[in-house]
């Protein structure tokens, strides 16, 4: 018996030690905490003070000017996503917010694989480029496929004349582009009007008449050479597109350009005539881009409005 128990203790020994299945039983993979998506999430916050760039929020003014502001990532503006006012500071601020997760197909060059950073990033004011921010964190990363990763904040303040730019937190490298406040050329609000009544040509609008359709350009000071300019119009659902030159007469003829001078700034009337062909149809969508121009600052001719000037919008039905 003693015999029989030993080598029963030296069989389970064996069995224990050679791993309970003779050495089948495949080794535990670790789950990774993290993957890499083919997307990258980041956010970009701008301080400014509240007086810089808004009248009374009463106004149409108010109501607007945020949207004038975009962020220009290779060659697309994106709109703020939100913007928040601190009334309670010393001059009070306020604090534009752009949230954004984009493919990496779209952001190009923009992404460097390797630091996980942005660069040449435009902060872009009524068409006009403020300040460019490059080696801004990002984040690629989520916990599992599905999750939505924490996005990296940075803020930067601007100064009341729109010329200095510096890191307030975060990470980032911002550079201005402007020298001098008399350099600033850009639009302070674009409207169209309905039934006569003004209202902001933002971001998703789909009321826009598409016929006698007239939108009012407001610059930040006084212009000249306001009837030069090229432009191309392209409708989106059909992808049909054609391009409008104010030099050639019969492209000319297809708007009515009336410039005015309010309070020191100019006003642009443009009202939309059309033909049989080069016309907005109802109830469709919208791509107009300013190309090219000769306006530009009446006190400072060689501050010119820059091109490249996009607004998107629905006509009524």
């Known amino acids: 018996m003693v015999r029989v128990g030993l080598l029963l203790v030296l069989v389970l020994t064996l069995f224990v030690a050679t791993g309970c299945g003779n050495g089948d039983d495949k080794p535990i993979t670790p789950v990774p905490t993290t993957v890499t998506r083919d997307v990258v999430s980041f956010t970009q916050s701008f301080v400014m003070p509240l007086s810089s760039v808004s009248t009374p ?43 954004l997760t984009l493919s990496k197909t779209t952001l190009g060059t923009v992404w460097n694989e390797s630091t996980k950073t942005l660069s040449s990033i435009q902060l872009v004011e009524g068409g006009q480029v403020i300040a460019t921010i490059n080696a801004t964190k990002a984040n690629d990363q989520a916990a599992n496929v599905t999750a939505i990763p924490v996005p990296v ?17 975060g990470t980032g490298t911002p550079v201005s582009s402007i020298p001098t406040a008399s350099d600033t050329l850009f639009l302070e609000k674009v409207t169209y009007l309905k039934n006569n009544v003004e209202y902001p040509l933002a971001s998703g609008v789909a009321d826009v008449p598409s016929v006698g359709t007239t939108f009012k350009l407001y610059f930040n000071t006084a212009v000249i050479n306001t009837t030069n300019w090229t432009a191309t119009v392209v409708n989106t659902d059909s992808n049909i597109s054609f391009q409008l030159n104010s030099g050639t007469p019969a492209d000319a003829a297809l708007f009515t350009v ?20 080069r016309k907005l149809k109802a109830n469709a969508n919208y791509r107009v881009t300013l190309t090219s121009s000769t306006i530009a600052r009446a006190d400072k001719p060689l501050v010119a409005f820059p091109s490249n000037l996009t607004r998107t919008f629905r006509t009524a039905p």
Do not use: C, H
Request: glycine letters at 6%; aromatic letters at 8%; charged letters at 10%.
């Open 57 to 99: 929020a009463t106004s149409l003014r108010g109501q607007t000017w945020w949207q004038e502001f975009a962020l220009r990532i290779n060659g697309t503006d994106y709109p703020p996503s939100t913007f928040t006012v601190d009334a309670s500071a010393n001059p009070p601020m306020v604090t534009l917010t752009f949230t």
């Open 153 to 169: 904040v940075a803020k930067y303040s601007v100064s009341a004349d729109r010329v200095t730019v510096s890191l307030i937190s």
């Open 258 to 277: 009336t410039p005015i001078v309010v309070g020191g700034k100019s006003v642009i009337t443009v009202v939309v005539n059309g033909d049989a062909t």
